[in-house]
Nanobody, 123 residues
Framework: QVQLVESGGGLVQPGGSLRLSCTAS????????IGWFRQAPGKDREGVSG????????FYANSVKGRFTISSDNAENTVYLQMNSLKPEDTAVYYC????????????????WGQGTQVTVSS
């Protein structure tokens, strides 16, 4: 049974940083892609970043390029999202997902989802 568990969310001031973790069980990183998505109240789910854990290729939405960094520790079956220079518009529930997408930032192409972790950026 595949399970994804996100952690690391919280309340942070604008300009601050958070690191999200996505720990997988029931699957082995190294073949899957892991994507990070977010959903703010009243908005559609948005692709933020993704990584193909086999070759390490990374993908970012334009809105987070230069501020967010995705990485994977395949030995720990964990993918991280380092978020710097956070803005109020980054406030959302962040989800990680696993699958074999052709379009890494497209939510419909993922098979497994975590429950999400809340990120709130506010002074």
């Amino acid at each position: 049974q595949v399970q994804l568990v996100e952690s690391g969310g919280g309340l942070v001031q604008p300009g601050g940083s958070l690191r999200l973790s996505c720990t997988a069980s029931g699957l082995t990183l190294g073949s899957y892609a892991i994507g990070w998505f977010r959903q703010a109240p009243g908005k559609d789910r948005e692709g933020v970043s993704g990584i193909k854990t086999g070759d390490g290729s990374t993908f970012y939405a334009n809105s987070v390029k230069g501020r967010f960094t995705i990485s994977s520790d395949n030995a720990e079956n964990t993918v991280y999202l380092q978020m710097n220079s956070l803005k109020p518009e980054d406030t959302a529930v962040y989800y990680c997902a696993a699958g074999f997408p052709d379009l890494v930032l497209f939510a419909a192409e993922y098979d497994y989802w975590g429950q999400g972790t809340q990120v709130t950026v506010s002074s």
